[in-house]
């Protein structure tokens, strides 16, 4: 069965500090890929997709991603993080044609 | 302006009860979603319309019964409310037919049952 995985339910950071949070998936062909960022009492916004071509992709927010194959991950990624990033981060994925999968979440602390 | 909008944004009813929750976007696009977030945040798709029609209806009990007067808007109605329907209900939509690309979603509706 088609799933996305995030692995990391709960991450904290210092503020300043990078950032990477995990996101693995299980499918033969080729995924729609996407992270999706949930402030407390909002909903989803997207911050990246990966549909095809270049693997590192650029999101809003000073986010970023990495599509690799070989390990069937898409990495979401920001090297200096803020305060306000605290948040939920959802991978999810799809095909044409498909529901739009989610995975778990991660929640996202930032300390001083 | 609003491009995915959702009222109530809270709803606090009794077991038994029917409500609705409306959805409207004015984005102009063709396809439109509920989805359901548990208290473990998990989001699981409940039903998609393309263009007024049901396209996606997962395993979801029979009284949730989405309705899409117009492709502007898709309202979800539930009937005999439980315990277990407690949860946020939040509306999308996307401008593609199916589930492929980015979702815009509204900001929830939170219904709590007691």
């Known amino acids: 069965a088609q799933s996305v995985t995030q692995p990391d339910i709960h991450i904290t950071v210092s503020e300043g500090a990078s950032l990477e949070l995990r996101c693995n998936y299980s499918y033969g062909a080729t995924p729609y890929l996407f992270w999706y960022v949930q402030s407390p009492g909002q909903g989803l916004q997207l911050l990246l997709k990966?549909?095809?071509?270049?693997?590192l992709v650029q999101g809003i927010k000073g986010f970023e991603a990495e599509f690799k194959r070989s390990q069937s991950s898409f990495n979401l990624r920001k090297p200096s993080v803020h305060w306000s990033d605290a948040a939920e981060y959802f991978c999810?994925?799809?095909?044409?044609?498909?529901?739009?999968?989610f995975g778990k979440g991660t929640t996202l602390s930032v300390s001083s | 302006d609003t491009a995915v909008s959702q009222t109530p944004k809270y709803l606090v009813t009794q077991m038994g009860n029917d409500k609705s929750i409306k959805c409207e976007q004015n984005?102009?696009?063709?396809?439109m979603y509920w989805y359901k977030q548990d208290s473990k945040k998990f989001l699981k798709i409940m039903f998609s319309?393309?263009?007024?029609?049901?396209?996606i209806n997962e395993t979801v009990p029979n009284r949730f019964s989405p309705k899409s007067p117009d492709k502007a808007h898709l309202n979800l109605h539930i009937n005999s409310l439980e315990l277990g329907d407690s949860a946020v209900y939040f509306c999308?939509?996307?401008?593609?037919?199916?589930?492929?690309?980015?979702?815009?979603f509204g900001e929830g509706s939170r219904l709590t049952v007691l």
């Open positions: 999308a939509s996307s401008p593609l037919a199916g589930e492929v690309g980015e979702l815009f």
């Open positions: 990966y549909f095809s071509g270049d693997t």
């Open positions: 984005l102009g696009h063709d396809t």
């Open positions: 319309y393309n263009n007024k029609e049901l396209i």
């Open positions: 999810a994925y799809n095909q044409a044609g498909t529901a739009l999968i």
